[in-house]
């Protein structure tokens, strides 16, 4: 092993660590301003630049925050005198994943180049093999976490990134059915339109995938903390369904639902899971 191969090694390795420490500052470390990755979830054509990395990871991590992995398993570099690449297996899923699948690994491949004689990671590949469906299943879910963290930071743009263009909605409000990403935005930008900050999840979400459909469905939960502090929460069902197209999960329909009461029938927003 050469030493500019050694010194690789032990950047990507640093950057694995800081990942599973959920270290921001130290994951953005050794990339180049122009980055480019091409990751699981979308856009189809990767993201570009710095700023676009740094706001792909905190979905993730709310993700690894339920005890998952991500580990170095394998680890190979070849580099030049400015040029240099590397691919990698990672061990990256949650204990029940791993448990049900041990051969789920995370396949990695960097390109990286030097810089004033400093190697910095000009490019990701990040990728799970098709037809896994646990690997799927995994996908889907970092859909989910990645709208979690955009709703919060009240990104409308990466909140439709994962919905298809010809995506139909039955969502809480009229008119029947919102047919087209056009029409879902408009009420995602209802929605963030709210003073004060606004946090979505599905804490029991439930994902089942066959080759290229899933579906997953739990109870939604939208708290809002207002400008004065006081803070409202709102449980309702959802129903999403994804359709795997150019290798990426987008969403295709979507069923949100608030019960009626019998009595009067009239939508009861507040109810909340007996268990929680």
């Known amino acids: 092993m050469t030493t500019d191969e050694k010194r690789i090694r032990e950047l990507i390795e640093r950057w694995a660590e800081a990942v599973h420490a959920g270290d921001l500052q130290r994951v953005l470390a050794d990339h180049a301003a122009d980055i480019v990755m091409y990751d699981v979830p979308p856009p189809y054509e990767g993201v570009h630049g710095i700023e676009a990395y740094r706001e792909t990871w905190p979905g993730f991590f709310q993700w690894q925050a339920q005890g998952a992995s991500f580990e170095i398993e394998t680890l190979d570099v070849t580099a030049g005198s400015d ?14 994943e791993l448990a049900a699948n041990p051969r789920y690994r995370l396949r990695l491949t960097l390109g990286l180049r030097k ?6 990671v000009a490019h990701e590949h990040h990728s799970f093999p098709l037809g896994d469906e646990s690997a799927g299943e995994e996908e889907v879910r970092r859909v989910h976490e990645r709208w979690y963290a ?6 409308l743009d990466g909140m439709m990134a994962a919905i298809a263009d010809d995506v139909v909605s039955y969502e809480h409000q009229t008119p ?9 935005r408009e009420v995602c930008a209802r929605g963030l339109d709210a003073p004060g900050d606004v946090s979505l999840d ?14 997953a469905w739990g109870l939604n ?34 069923h949100l639902s608030f019960p009626l009461d019998q ?14």
């Open 202 to 215: 599905v804490p029991d979400l439930k994902i089942l995938v066959r080759e290229d459909l899933a579906v």
């Open 83 to 96: 040029v240099a690449f590397a691919h990698a297996l990672l061990r990256c899923g949650t204990p029940g």
């Open 263 to 276: 009595a009067t029938g009239a939508a009861r927003t507040d109810l909340r899971p007996s268990s929680r």
């Open 115 to 120: 810089e004033q004689g400093r190697w910095v």
């Open 150 to 155: 955009e709703t919060a930071a009240k990104d």
């Open 176 to 184: 029947l059915e919102y047919t087209g990403v056009d029409a879902v």
């Open 221 to 254: 939960r939208v708290r809002v903390v207002g400008q004065d502090g006081q803070a409202s929460e709102s449980w309702s069902r959802g129903t999403r369904v994804f359709e795997r197209r150019d290798g990426a999960w987008m969403m295709v329909h979507q």
